[in-house]
C-alpha cells in the first residue's frame, strides 16, 4: 500500500497516510475532509546532485556520484515498483544496464 502525505487544509497539521492509488484521500486527524496531498517524490539523489553541483563540483566528480548512485536508486526502483516498471518508465536509469 502506498503512503502519501498530506495537509489539511483547515488545520494545517502534515500527516501520512496509507491507502491505495485511487483511494480518496483520508480525513485528517482532526476530522476535516479538505485535505492536499503533498508532493514529497523528489529523489535524494536529485537533491545530492543538486548539492554538489552549487558546491562547483567538477564535472568528473558529478559523473563518478552519479554512476555510483543510479545503480541504487535503480535497485530501490525495481524493489518498489517492481522490474518491468522501471524497464517501462526509467529508461534514463537504466542507460548503465544496456
Ligand atoms: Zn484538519
Avoid at 67 to 90: D, N, S, Y
Amino acid at each position: 500500500m502506498p503512503r502519501y502525505d498530506y495537509r489539511c487544509l483547515v488545520c494545517e497539521v502534515v500527516f501520512e497516510a496509507k491507502h491505495g492509488f485511487d483511494d480518496p484521500p483520508p480525513p485528517c486527524p482532526n476530522g476535516h475532509s479538505e485535505v492536499q496531498r503533498l508532493i514529497t517524490t523528489t529523489p535524494r539523489l536529485l537533491k545530492g546532485m543538486a548539492a554538489l553541483a552549487s558546491r562547483s563540483a567538477s564535472k568528473e566528480e558529478l559523473q563518478a556520484k552519479w554512476a555510483e548512485e543510479t545503480p541504487k536508486l535503480r535497485k530501490k526502483l525495481v524493489e518498489k515498483l517492481g522490474e518491468e516498471t522501471v524497464r517501462k518508465h526509467g529508461s534514463t536509469l537504466g542507460r548503465a544496464d544496456d
